[in-house]
């Protein structure tokens, strides 16, 4: 049987606004990831895919619900580092090289010098920054600093990766190449991952299954399995099976006219 | 090269033309001044209210009294600048130990951050300075045992006094810097409040903070010295100020020289502080968002 | 009101409060005879009865305060206009400014007397206007320094000239600068006004009134002298303080 990575049951969260309303960010929310598997949330702005993946990082707790990862509650997954994050912001810490921010999780947590700066000298290479070690973020580009933060976010040889969003901030040709670039290391690490996104053709490319989410509450309409033999390649996004699948992914967003698919790429 | 001197001679040439302003004033203003309806508008320019440059240096080399073994005036005013600045140090000292704590405290915890901040935003536009006067009395007053208060005590309270307040409020802002994102990192690595703020806040803070400890440089040398006015502590650069004032219709040019003292502590105080920052610069390159 | 705003709001009085008392009960409870600490009942009680005289000498500093914050603007922003159109003058006068601004500027309190008369107050209000100077000079050529650059641009597309580009858009986007540089020159000016006082010149203002009545021993009514100063600082500072916001309304409605 395969582990699973996240398990979801009926999880709610309800958010609090100051005047005493309330915002159903999510309701109802079942969702198994499977050790390995590529997992995309992808909807319109509002349908809580961010929310979500909080709540699996415990940065959030549900209001109900049970949520576990690896089998274990989110709080003590996260004690126990069973994951590694990555945001739409880098949160590079500026006054540290490349290296000094790929070190930091492991410096916090105690991992002798030298086994640190073998790992970060090893993660240095797997995203290509081979020649910027050294270097500061001021000093990078939007896409090498993602880079850094994706390195930084594989340290510790997580079975399980968090990502919001985080090509969100890059031109189109950079995302592409960072697309590819991240299902090769995850293909090579094996870890299973929650990825959040706002683009189709990202999440089809990615993705082993696609969450397709709507809003007002939070709900997961339809999961789409990908089922894209071979390697993630730049040939593949040019396959007739890739553009099926987008178009799959894209009705099963606009989905019903009440719904209206606001913020989300078709490009 | 010439871009690295440019800032430097254009200072020379600036204080080389406020010299030459003085003269050029003396030379053609009338004595008494530019008298508008009684008042006096422009400064009177005789001898006795605005001396000339040469006879300020003049005075300068020559001794302070004219009692036998007299130091020259330009010793004895390095000497006394050298004392305020001892003190004015030892000031900023406390003032920036006791900031920070205050900070972390209301860092640390919202309520304190309510109760005191505002106290502090408010004291920094009162002139808290009035108390000068008091404080001498309080600290004679409150000597107890073989612990003896001494004046100068009183100037270097006064001075971390007026220290602390921007130190403060820049300390909380720069510990407040961090990004959610940062936060939300931090909380990923399961780290606590205390480490968090050592890895994250305190580094993020630096560029906040540089500023306010050279605010609160200046107001220490500033406090400094007009504590030692109202309390005319002995050997101290403000008390030489208001003495050689004093006779100052004898002896115009004497005052002159506590005054540049003053100015090169305030000046002295401010290039150290750049020099900490210049120490510290790896922690200023600004975040860049991705 | 919601819990935490309630917090904002109630903290930082509760806290004034609790350390009033405190002091109070510390008074009483260990009394000293002729201490230069009394209990803070003493000292409103000194204000109460002594208010005609806190009141006259606090107009006497604030006058100077006054006077100092209106020439020392004044002159900041015509230099500033100068040098933000004149690059060399801007060069030249930056360490000068710089200077200006480390240097504690009392220090010339008694060559002020010397140079505008030691019974009139209008050495005073220089010292004022030179401590207002710096921070208004800088804060309003940072103003005329930052233009948008897309405005910049628009204008040029306009083929407008130098004088309509500072009419439209460098004057009103320096304007909110310049209140904010006048705001925290509030403060320095009757701070600087009050301690000029201590360097010597006429008998008039709270500096005065204050080193006398510590003289004298009378430490409640030197307390109530300082309370008056601190309403006086308080009072400078809300005004600018609503000035700036009534003059960032106007020009900013948000609609």
Redesign the interface.
Known sequence: MTEIAVHVRGVDKTFRT?RGRTVDALSGIDLEVAAGEFVSLIGPSGCGKSTLMRLI???DTPTAGELTVFGKTAPRA??D?D?G?A?????????RTVRGNIE??ME??GMPRAERRARADELIELVGLGDFADR???Q?S?GM??RV?IARAFAEKPRLLLMDEPFG??DEMTRETMQTELARICAETGAAVVFVTHSIPEAVFLSDRVVVMSPRPGRIREILTMDLRGERTEELREDEAFFERVSAVREALHGSPSAGAKGVENR | MMRRLRPILLGIAGVVLVGVAWEVYKALAPDTGVVIAGITVLPRASDLAMPHLGAMLDRALSPVTRAAGSPALWLATLQAASFSFGIAVVGWLVGVVVGIAIAIVMQRFRTAQSALLPWVVLSQTVPLIALAPLVRRIGTQLSTGGFEWQDWMSVALIASYLAFFPVSIGALRGFGSPTAEHLDLMRAYGVGWWRTFLAVRVPASIPFLLPALRLAAVNAVVGTIVAEVSIGLRGGIGRAIVEFAASGSADPAKQWSPIFGAVLMGLAAAGLVALLSLALRRYRRNEVSA | MTAPRLRTVLAPIVFGIAVVLVWQLLVTAFPAKGSALPAPFTIAGQFAASAGVIVQASLGTAANALVGLVVGTLVAVVLAVLAAAWRPLDELSAPVVTALSVIPIVALAPVFYAMFGASVETGRQMIAAIAVLVPVYVNTLRGLRTVDPLHRDLLRSYAAGRWQTARTVTVPGAVPFLFTGVRIASSLAVISALVAEYFGGPVSGLGKAITSAVSSSNYALAWAFVLGAIVTGLVFYCATALLETLALARLRPTG
Request: hydrophobic content about 50%; glycine content about 6%; cysteine-free.
């Open positions: 100051g990082a415990d940065l996260r004690l580092q994951y994050i945001f739409q912001k880098a949160a590079l810490l500026p006054w930091l999780p916090l947590h500061h973020p001021d990078l939007g600093q993602q933060a901030a890059l």
